[in-house]
Nanobody
């Protein structure tokens, strides 16, 4: 059974930085895609960034491109989301998710396993 645990959320001022971590366990993730999504109050869950576990190809939502960076540590089975130049509109619960495919996807329904989420709050 795949298990994902996020950490690293918190309160930060606008313009600041945070790094989220997602510890993955339960299987070998070769051939999988790892993604970060976020959900603000009253809004739909939206795609933020994703990375192919093998090869490391990445893709991003336009709203975070140039500010956020996704990476992975194969030895630690951990995926990171480095968030820089944070804005109040980045405030949300951030979720780590994974799907058993390398095909590029930004749709939450296409991800099979989810973590519990970590709160990120950016004050103005």
């Amino acid at each position: 059974q795949v298990h994902l645990v996020e950490s690293g959320g918190g309160l930060v001022q606008a313009g600041g930085s945070l790094r989220l971590s997602c510890a993955a366990s339960g299987r070998t993730f070769s051939g999988y895609t790892m993604g970060w999504f976020r959900q603000a109050p009253g809004k739909e869950r939206e795609f933020v960034a994703a990375i192919r576990w093998s090869g490391g190809s990445t893709w991003y939502a336009d709203s975070v491109k140039g500010r956020f960076a996704i990476s992975r540590d194969n030895a630690e089975n951990t995926v990171y989301l480095q968030m820089n130049t944070l804005k109040p509109e980045d405030t949300a619960v951030y979720y780590c998710a994974t799907r058993s495919s390398i095909i590029r996807s930004t749709a939450p329904r296409e991800y099979d396993y989810w973590g519990q989420g970590t709160q990120v709050t950016v004050s103005s």
